[in-house]
């Protein structure tokens, strides 16, 4: 609809006319083939005013592009710098025995000491399971991800890099 067209930026309304005359933006110049308009649709999926301030810029320009995979990996390549610069640790720390240590219940630096052992021990699972799952395999082969897909992955590194924020190492 004319509306959407308008409200996405691809055309406009000429001012002054004295009738409903719209132009192509040069947003909507861009877009030239099918293809062209299926990669805008999807990059409207991400919201990047929702995303850590860490990502927003970098993650959201490969995902508008397309690039999902790309996106993915670097949105947990940097939950995976917050938590080691967060917590302490050197550069020889990686992945998931990188998240242990810094959630581990009893020793972890990030870990919430007022949390119940069995919450902490499910933080640490979580970041774990999120670097295992989502960064790793892409560090070692192709992974083919769909837009939706993309969006609920970086928008959990997005939720895991504020709580990573929220955290001081001891």
Do not use: C
């Not at 192509?24 to 062209?36: A, E, H, L, N």
């Not at 990996?73 to 020889?92: D, L, N, P």
């Not at 949390?115 to 021990?121: C, T």
């Amino acid at each position: 609809s004319w509306n959407w067209l308008e409200g996405s930026g691809l055309i406009a309304q000429r001012e002054g006319s004295p009738h409903e005359t719209f132009f192509i933006t040069r947003r909507g110049s861009q877009i030239r083939t099918t293809q062209d308009f299926e990669t805008f649709k999807k990059g409207r999926l991400l919201a990047r005013d929702l995303l850590h301030v860490s990502i927003a810029e970098p993650v959201w320009l490969l995902f508008i592009r397309g690039e999902y995979e790309t996106a993915v990996f670097q949105a947990y390549k940097e939950v995976e710098v917050s938590v080691r610069t967060a917590g302490g640790f050197t550069a020889a720390d990686l992945g998931v025995a990188l998240m242990r240590k810094a959630f581990h219940v009893v020793t972890g630096p990030l870990r919430d000491p007022d949390a119940l052992d069995s919450e902490r021990q499910a933080l640490s699972d979580m970041f774990a399971g999120a670097i295992g799952s989502y960064k790793n395999p892409s560090s070692h082969r192709r992974v083919p991800i769909g837009a939706e897909e993309a969006v609920e992955m970086i928008m959990l590194a997005s939720h895991l890099l504020r709580i990573v924020g929220s955290r001081r190492s001891t």
